[in-house]
């Protein structure tokens, strides 16, 4: 079973400034079904990239993604009040999520 | 328009067997490329993924909990039932089901439903 380690667990930055987040993974995986999600408190999760570097729907352009094998990498260019929240990775829908990311304002 | 919503009990005894029903609308579970997932959040904690079932009847367990888990679909009614046997404590969790959509080119969850709150408590 793959096995996905996020880092850092906690990210502490201010507003505007960019974030990025590690998803590295116990072996390769198939860089078209690597998934990040967002999740806000008290919030269901949301779609974020999908295929490693693919905005869903109504993702604003300040998130993206890239990587390929086993490292994987969500950048946020600019953080907005809104992008505090928890971001996972998954390397297909039917496997385990990283542990997650948190951001939070400094 | 996607939608998913979970219902089921929000109290079950430990031991007890606890069944959830996804119902969801906007889509159809025959269409090819489609699944429905569960995943589920134990209070302040991570995600994590439990079962998908597929327009094909293809089903997918975690591999730790595989022996306690069954899901179910009927597509006439637009619902995706999961059982998880033998609850415990550590089972208290928010339970998610999620439209899963599926080619060659991607594989994700693009619709959450709103989650609901299991509590296993005597």
């Known amino acids: 079973e793959i096995v996905l380690t996020q880092s850092p667990g906690t990210l502490s930055l201010s507003p505007g400034e960019r974030a990025t987040l590690s998803c590295r993974a116990s072996?390769?995986?198939?860089?078209?079904?690597l998934a990040w999600y967002q999740q806000t408190p008290g919030q269901a999760p949301r779609l974020l990239i999908y295929?490693?570097?693919s905005r869903a729907t109504g993702i604003p352009d300040r998130f993206s993604g890239s990587g390929s094998g086993t490292d994987f990498t969500l950048t946020i260019s600019r953080l907005e009040p809104e992008d505090f929240a928890v971001y996972y990775c998954?390397?297909?829908?039917?496997?385990?999520f990283g542990g997650g990311t948190k951001v939070e304002i400094k | 328009q996607i939608t998913l919503k979970e219902s089921g009990p929000t109290l079950v005894k430990p031991t007890q067997t606890l069944t959830l029903t996804c119902t969801f609308s906007?889509?159809?579970?025959?269409?090819?490329?489609?699944?429905v997932g569960w995943i589920r959040q134990p209070p302040g904690k991570a995600l994590e993924w439990l079962a998908l079932?597929?327009?094909?009847?293809?089903?997918r367990y975690s591999p730790s909990l595989k022996s306690r888990l069954t899901l179910t679909k009927d597509t006439s009614k637009n619902q995706v039932v999961l059982t998880m046997t033998n609850m415990d404590p550590v089972d208290t969790a928010t339970y998610y089901c999620?439209?899963?959509?599926?080619?060659?080119?991607?594989?994700?969850?693009?619709?959450w439903g709103q989650g609901t709150l299991v509590t296993v408590s005597s």
């Open positions: 999620a439209h899963n959509s599926y080619s060659t080119t991607w594989d994700r969850f693009d619709y």
């Open positions: 906007g889509f159809s579970l025959t269409t090819s490329g489609v699944g």
């Open positions: 079932i597929y327009w094909d009847d293809d089903k």
């Open positions: 072996q390769s995986i198939n860089s078209n079904y």
């Open positions: 295929g490693a570097s």
């Open positions: 998954q390397p297909y829908a039917a496997s385990p």
